[in-house]
């Protein structure tokens, strides 16, 4: 069961996520993890919420294993006001 958080941390685990992502220390598999989190949801609520196929769906989008499709991504990125694109890494000169 995941924990629910009370306004003000789910608004600092959100922001704490977009932070890592505007930086590129954050790969998509781990972000929409901590995005779910941030909501306070289980992967089940997640899945529902999103309108996503399962449970089993969400659990290999956040372990990295999926291969989800922009338009998937786009659904979820879309309420933290997040798109899709390509970012350079800067650490990989």
Do not use: C, Y
């Amino acid at each position: 069961m995941t924990k629910k958080l009370s306004a003000h941390q789910s608004m600092e685990a959100r922001a704490k996520v977009l932070s890592l992502a505007a930086a590129g220390d954050l790969h998509w598999s781990q972000g929409l993890k901590e995005l779910r989190k941030s909501l306070g949801m289980n992967q089940s609520e997640f899945a529902k919420a999103f309108n996503l196929t399962s449970r089993r769906r969400v659990s290999e989008l956040e372990n990295g294993t999926a291969n989800p499709t922009v338009e998937t991504l786009e659904k979820i990125g879309k309420p933290f006001g997040l798109v899709v694109g390509l970012v350079k890494n800067i650490k990989d000169k």
